[in-house]
């Protein structure tokens, strides 16, 4: 009975050595992201808010016309 366990144990140990050393280390490679990128001709607001600057300084513009003094 002891040569039948020794065998047995002797067996599992070959088994299970060999399969934990199958193969070999498994590496992933992270890809890297595929982003869309925009066209640079994008209009955005700051335009559109410069546009309104202007107009409000030529319509709102300061009063450059002295005081006129009643007689």
Known sequence: ??????????????????????????????????????PASSAGILPLLLVGVVLCVALCGGDDDEEQRPQ
């Open 1 to 38: 009975m002891k040569k039948f366990l020794t065998s047995v144990a002797a067996a599992s140990l070959a088994i299970s050595a060999s399969t934990a050393y199958a193969g070999g280390p498994v590496v992933v490679a992270e890809e890297p992201e595929v982003v869309a990128e925009k």
